[in-house]
């Protein structure tokens, strides 16, 4: 009974920023990592960043480093992910994704999903 629930998606301008929330409830999530990947109609869906839930670290996608932040807040069991600098290029739906470790998230996906939240960055 693992619940992923993805939100604050919405329309934005190129440059500027969204705060995607991810609120996971129905097991521990203390030795799994949590994340985010994203997918355009009829592209492929592709990782963007990780952490693992218990240690913090983290890992990015080349094309979102220096410009999105994962973070998680341990009492609301949430994660976020601050994007800033927003691109067109960056438009998709956004899925919140966990697996047992962050290594396994980042090369092979994840088990659990949620439903997506849209992003939208145009001017």
């Known amino acids: 009974q693992v619940q992923l629930v993805e939100s604050g998606g919405g329309l934005v301008h190129p440059g500027g920023s969204l705060r995607l929330s991810c609120a996971a409830s129905?097991?521990?999530?203390?030795?799994?990592?949590i994340g985010w990947f994203r997918q355009a109609p009829g592209k492929e869906r592709k990782f963007v960043s990780v952490?693992?839930?218990?240690?913090?670290?983290?890992y990015y996608a080349d094309s979102v480093k220096g410009r999105f932040t994962i973070s998680r807040d341990y009492a609301k069991n949430t994660v976020y992910l601050q994007m800033n600098s927003l691109k067109p290029e960056d438009t998709a739906v956004y899925y919140c994704?966990?697996?047992?470790?962050?290594?396994?998230?980042?090369?092979?996906?994840?088990?659990?999903w949620g439903q997506g939240t849209q992003v939208t960055v145009s001017s």
């Open positions: 994704a966990a697996g047992p470790s962050l290594q396994l998230v980042i090369t092979k996906g994840a088990e659990y």
């Open positions: 129905g097991r521990s999530f203390g030795t799994y990592a």
């Open positions: 952490i693992s839930w218990s240690a913090g670290n983290t």
